[in-house]
């Protein structure tokens, strides 16, 4: 009997430190595991023509993979994983969640499908994250809102819906945010203004309908701002324009219809902008950023002479006028109109003048009429 009472306890004891202790180190090495996390992102992967993971196994150290970069301090720590461009198809897998280092997901151009994981949410280190030109569907989610470090938020070109998650407020170091060519919904909210850092925000050909948030100007370091192909009453040459940002969007429009560049190319970087691009060639160089495709029949000796090549300058000093990072330096869009009536008027009178365009640069001359 004896016996028994004393064998008991230290049973009961024993089966306590195997749930307190056993248990949560075997949790805790299955969350921190990198290397189980990418493998099951891979077994997600429904197709990989370019063998992009061929050497994701076991017997590859993990820092030796594709596209994987780890830390320099901590041993087989993930903090990059770059899969752009690589055609995969497939679903993001939740477990990537688990890559508690990581600060660069970049997913983008390839063809995966299904919704966005709120487990990328536990990323609290995470910097960039991009998965631009997918097949993702659904709402955005708002664990998003939890990546506090978050400097560049691309979630560009896919099918999500729904509106932008109030969460997304928080995210205080946020400088680049991008949503365009989606189906997203709603007013453009108010609580983006409360992301001071923001220099970059494109919301493109979406759905967003209502009146520009004229909270939107209290965004001082505001560089870039993308509002075109939406239902928004306040946006374009129509109705009452409530704010500058609208003027700016319509210049970066302006540039980047006769250069053929998108601002969000990976051309641009730093300091290095489109309005920057344009300025430094401003007025005498402009044929070096001009797209070549409008003047393909065009020779080079009547290039400078050309009626419509003085429209082009006129047209890239509005648009250089509106993208203006000041507030205060930039035309309001009664004065923009009235600059593009001026140059409407210039470029028919030169031509009724020389007796008509030459019909190689009949539709650039469309374009310059219709502005």
């Known amino acids: 009997m004896p016996f028994r009472c004393f064998s008991f306890p230290l049973l009961m004891l024993f089966f306590f430190f195997v749930c307190c202790f056993s248990f949560p180190f075997s949790s805790t090495h299955s969350f921190h595991d990198d290397r189980q996390s990418l493998l099951a992102f891979k077994n997600d992967i429904t197709d990989d023509p370019h063998a992009s993971m061929a050497n994701w196994s076991p017997a590859v150290l993990l820092c030796n993979w594709t596209a994987?970069?780890?830390?320099?301090?901590?041993?087989d720590?993930?903090?990059?994983?770059?899969l752009s461009d690589m055609d995969l198809g497939g679903s993001i897998s939740p477990f990537l969640g688990n890559l508690s280092f990581l600060r660069k997901l970049n997913l983008t151009g390839n063809a995966l499908r299904g919704h966005i994981p709120s487990q990328l949410g536990r990323l609290f280190r995470l910097r960039e994250l991009s998965l631009r030109y997918n097949l993702l569907e659904g709402n955005i989610p708002k664990e998003l809102g939890s990546l506090t470090h978050l400097q560049e938020l691309n979630l560009g070109h896919n099918n999500l819906t729904g509106n932008i998650p109030k969460e997304l407020g928080s995210l205080t170091h946020l400088q680049q945010l991008f949503l365009p060519y989606n189906n997203l919904t709603g007013a453009i909210p108010t609580f983006l203004s409360n992301i001071s850092s923001l220099t970059r925000l494109g919301l493109s050909e979406n759905k967003?309908?209502?009146n520009i948030p004229q909270e939107l100007g209290l965004l001082n370091s505001l560089q870039l701002l993308f509002l075109s192909g939406n239902e928004l009453s306040e946006y374009g040459l129509g109705g009452t324009v409530s704010t500058q940002g609208d003027v700016y969007s319509y210049g970066i429009l302006l540039l980047e219809m006769f250069t053929?560049?998108?601002?969000?190319?990976d051309m641009f970087v730093g300091d290095l902008d489109l309005h920057n691009w344009v300025n430094f060639a401003f007025p005498n160089r402009l044929k070096e950023v001009i797209d070549n495709g409008l003047f393909s029949e065009v020779y080079v000796d009547e290039f400078e002479e050309n009626n419509v090549y003085k429209c082009l300058i006129s047209l890239l000093h509005v648009g250089l006028l509106c993208s203006k990072y000041s507030l205060e330096g930039r035309p309001t869009m009664?004065?923009?109109?009235?600059?593009?009536e001026s140059i409407r008027e210039d470029l028919v009178a030169n031509a009724v003048a020389s007796r008509g365009l030459r019909p190689s640069i009949s539709n650039l001359q469309y374009k310059c009429n219709n502005e």
């Open 68 to 75: 994987v970069t780890c830390s320099r301090r901590y041993v």
């Open 77 to 82: 720590r993930v903090v990059s994983l770059d």
């Open 208 to 210: 967003f309908i209502g």
């Open 260 to 265: 053929r560049k998108q601002p969000t190319s």
């Open 334 to 340: 009664r004065v923009v109109v009235r600059m593009l």
